[in-house]
């Protein structure tokens, strides 16, 4: 008499220690095996025992491409933010050697200034502050004339005094440092406005100097961005000795009260 083909608790749930005769599928152990019934869950030809290895291989293989997909977008967004990142810093230290050369510009016309005075032996004398040059916007009688209630009520250049008057326009700097994508012979210019200091007019001469440096295409004559900065500086001037005691940065002017705004330092 055949045995009983229904599944116990504890044959599902045993161990399956199957003999080298049942895997081999032989019908006569099959059917006699006392732990190994046709039917049987544990036993190796049971077909829901092939469908679960089937699901648990299958599930096992979706849930290692499901952690390969998380890895991959991790490092995807790890690699993302460390390349925007970088790219931030390079434009923020592309930005800061942009306005340093606006600043060098700036440093140029003043150190252009002290070499103009330098040049005339008797002007750089005290007492002969009236031969001295000066950068004014123009050489008209209102611009020489004007006086500014606040910074210099009687800094003035009639021209009978003040006969060496110079139009102040912009100057190019001599750089031999080899230029960038974005750099042209014309990207660094300064210009300069001087005046006396009205309460020692002997021997304190002011200086203002503006430099740009501008980011010019390289096939056409467009400017694609300018960068700016503004210094004042005081100039002192004993019997032929010219000196540079001072400089510092102040807020970028108009035309107007670049020229006409005669402040101290």
């Not at 089937?54 to 460390?82: D, E, H, P, Q, W």
């Not at 190019?172 to 440092?177: E, F, I, K, Q």
């Not at 961005?225 to 807020?251: E, F, H, K, V, W």
Request: hydrophobic letters at 35%; proline letters at 5%.
């Amino acid at each position: 008499m055949k045995r009983s083909t229904t599944i116990s608790p504890e044959r599902i749930d045993a161990p399956s220690e199957h003999c080298l005769i049942c895997q081999t599928g032989e019908a006569e152990h099959i059917e006699n095996c006392p732990k190994h019934e046709v039917g049987s869950f544990a036993h190796p030809s049971h077909p829901e025992r092939k469908k679960l290895k089937r699901t648990i291989k299958n599930r096992t293989a979706s849930a290692g491409i499901i952690l390969v997909i998380l890895m991959m977008g991790f490092l995807m967004t790890l690699s993302t933010s460390y390349i925007q990142m970088m790219r931030n810093e390079t434009q923020g230290a592309l930005t800061d050697l942009k306005q340093n050369r606006a600043r060098a510009a700036a440093l140029s016309g003043i150190n252009f200034m002290a070499a103009q005075l330098s040049t005339d032996p008797s002007a750089a004398q005290i007492g002969n502050e009236a031969q001295r040059i000066y950068y004014l916007a123009s050489d008209s009688d209102i611009c020489r004339n004007y006086t500014d209630a606040t910074y210099s009520p009687n800094a003035s250049f009639p021209r009978a005094t003040f006969p060496n008057v110079a139009t102040s326009q912009w100057y190019y700097v001599s750089d031999p440092a080899p230029f960038t994508a974005t750099e042209a012979a014309t990207s660094s210019i300064f210009r300069l406005s001087s005046y006396y200091d009205y309460t020692n007019i002997a021997t304190a001469y002011y200086v203002k100097s503006q430099g740009m440096w501008r980011d010019i295409a390289t096939n056409s004559d467009q400017i694609l961005a300018t960068y700016q900065c503004q210094l004042i500086s005081l100039i002192n001037i004993d019997n032929g000795m010219i000196t540079i005691s001072a400089i510092r940065p102040m807020n970028y002017e108009n035309d107007s009260d670049f020229f006409l705004c005669r402040q101290k330092y």
